[in-house]
T-cell receptor
């Protein structure tokens, strides 16, 4: 079974430029997460989708970040314009609710460097 | 105070040692708990779920103490390949919402 797919794996951009990340979850997983992980810290949730509905976007900096999950399958996370502080690894994860629990499976991440 | 806190580490242990990590959480209504393992420059991978009665998977034992609001991970007979960062994850009353700790780094030395 294919895992969570993310692209690109690496991205280097100048500040004020836009950037987009793409994620394809594990087939059948209706919950999709976007996380940001800074060095030495745990992943921080940006947004969580149940199918195509964003059910938790309280940590998403909405002035510059946007996300969509059309058709409830793959998803795109966008930053416009990027700032130096956005340099981090952006992780996508998916899960299938089983007995009230959500075991998450992560993609390899996109390592973003803003210069 | 963070919602999920872990031992700061790093833990440096010899092969064959037993090592334990703790993780405390602040939301008493938290519903489910997990340990993830993250290798350097890789994504987190699920190590094990933590059940109320405690659970064991080979050399790994996870326990939950709801009264004191902490979970633990015990690794017996440490292997070099156990070297990684171990992340504690707590799901809140909205079961799909996960909060990660900042991780504890383990280095197993020959």
């Amino acid at each position: 079974e294919a895992g969570v797919v993310q692209s690109p794996r690496y991205k280097i951009i100048e500040k004020k430029q836009p950037v987009a990340f793409w994620c394809n979850p594990i087939s059948g997983h209706n919950t999709l997460y976007w996380y940001r992980q800074n060095l030495g810290q745990g992943p921080e949730l940006l947004i969580r989708y149940e199918n195509e509905e964003a059910v938790d976007d309280s940590q998403l900096p909405k002035d510059r970040f946007s996300a969509e999950r059309l058709k409830g399958v793959d998803s795109t996370l966008k930053i416009q314009p990027a700032e130096l502080g956005d340099s981090a690894v952006y992780l996508c994860a998916s899960s299938l609710e089983t007995g009230g629990t959500y075991e998450q499976y992560f993609g390899p991440g996109t390592r973003l460097t803003v210069t | 105070r963070k919602e999920v806190e872990q031992d700061p580490g790093p833990f440096n242990v010899p092969e064959g040692a037993t090592v334990a990590f703790n993780c405390t959480y602040s939301n008493s209504a938290s519903q489910s708990f997990f340990w993830y393992r993250q290798d350097c420059r890789k994504e987190p991978k699920l190590l094990m779920s933590v059940y109320s009665s405690g659970n064991e998977d080979g050399r790994f034992t996870a326990q939950l103490n709801r009264a004191s609001q902490y979970i633990s991970l015990l690794i017996r007979d440490s292997k070099l390949s156990d070297s990684a960062t171990y992340l504690c994850v707590v799901n809140g009353t909205n079961a799909g919402k996960s909060t990660f700790g900042d991780g504890t780094t383990l280095t197993v030395k020959p």
